[in-house]
């Protein structure tokens, strides 16, 4: 059983800033990579950023530049630093966990980010 437990998100003015985490616990031998996805109304859930075990990063080209993802491997918690944050960054965040030992691909339940003035 694993389980992923998100939080960090909220109401933040355009231009500000929010750190999401995820911490993963259960029975977690081998991790391939960890990452966060979003969700806009009537929009298809798409990938935000993600890092791989060895430490590799990728971001959707939206968020380059802007949000930075990294991880405690000791923790099993991934982070999602988002800076200069725009309207169209409102979404629930999800974030994502796919292991090798033993096999699976997981989801937390989801943090609502709104980007408002």
């Known amino acids: 059983q694993v389980q992923l437990v998100e939080s960090g998100g909220g109401l933040v003015q355009p231009g500000g800033s929010l750190r999401l985490s995820c911490a993963a616990s259960?029975?977690?031998?081998?991790?391939?990579?960890m990452g966060w996805y979003r969700q806009a109304p009537g929009k298809q859930r798409e990938l935000v950023a993600r890092i791989t075990s060895g430490g590799s990063t990728g971001y959707a080209d939206s968020v380059k530049g802007r949000f930075t993802i990294t991880r405690d491997s000791a923790k099993n918690t991934v982070y999602l630093q988002m800076n200069s944050l725009k309207p169209e960054d409102t979404a629930v965040y999800y974030c994502n966990l796919r292991l090798v030992i033993p096999p699976g691909d997981y989801w937390g339940q989801g943090t609502q980010v709104t980007v408002s003035s």
């Open positions: 259960g029975t977690i031998f081998s991790i391939n990579a």
